[in-house]
C-alpha cells in the first residue's frame, strides 16, 4: 500500500484553522507520498506478518481460481512477497508470474513460490515477456491479479494500466482487483476530495504500517466502470469485506472491495 509520509512542502494550512492538509496535486500528478523501493524493502517480512493472513482475500483467491483454466499462466501485478496470492495459486498447479518494484519483495516471492518467475519492474514500465516456445504454453495470460498495487499511481495511470489488461488477457480470462473505496475509507472522504465526475479522491488521511499517509481512490462505482470502460472487461462478481490488522500493526482497518472480471470470447 501506501507508505512514507507526505512532504511537509506538500501541505497547505488548512482554512478552518485545523490541522494541515495536502495540496490538491495536478490532476495526472502521482500521489505526493509515493511508496520507495527503499520503504517495502525494509517493510517485506513485517509486511507479510500483517497482510499475508488475510481471510477475505484467501476467500476472493479461491472465487477466482476456480473461474480460470486449469493450469493456465496468472499475471500478479503488485506480487508482494508472494503470500498468500501467488503461493496460493501456485499450490493450485498455476504457473503465477509476478511483478513488483521492490526488489527485497521479488526475492521473498521467490523463495516463497520456487515454481513461479517473478521480476523487478515499475508496474506501469513492465511488458510482457516474449512469447513461450513451448507449444502448450499460450502467449496471452489465463488470468491477472492485482491486490492492493495500485496506491503509488495517479488516476491516469490507473486507467492506463488497466486499458491493458484485455491485450494481457486471453479470451475468456479472468483478472482480480482488491483495493479500497474511496467512500469506505474511515473516518470519510470529504466532498472536496472528489474529482469533478466523483469517481475519484484524492488526499485521503490513511494510517499504514506507522505511518500517516494520503490515499488516492476510486469510489466503488468508480473501480467498476475502470475495469469495464478502461479495461473492455465485464464483471462477474463484485463484494465487500473488511480486514482489521492486528493491533500492535498500526495500521488502520480496511474495508477491501473486490472485482472478478472477464475477457469475453470471440
Known sequence: MS??????AQHAPSSSGGPEQPEPPPHHAAPPNVPTKEFFDTKGLDYETIYGHNAGLLKAVDKFAARLRPGCRVLDLGCGTGRPVAHTLAARGFHVHGVDFSETMVGLSRTAVP???FECAHLLDWVPPAPATDETDQ??????????SFYELAREQMETLV????????????ALLMMV??????PGTRPEMYDADGRFARGIPFRFM???CFLYLFTRAGWRALLEEKGGLVVREQWAGAFVPAGQADCDAEMNSFFIVEKEEG
Open 3 to 8: 507508505a512514507p509520509t507526505i512532504p511537509a
Open 181 to 186: 473505496a474511496a467512500e469506505d475509507v474511515v
Open 115 to 117: 515454481s513461479g518467475t
Open 139 to 148: 502467449e496471452l495470460f489465463g488470468g491477472i491479479v492485482a491486490t492492493s
Open 163 to 174: 486499458s491493458r489488461w484485455r491485450g494481457w488477457l486471453a479470451p475468456g480470462g479472468a
Open 210 to 212: 506507522g505511518d500517516d
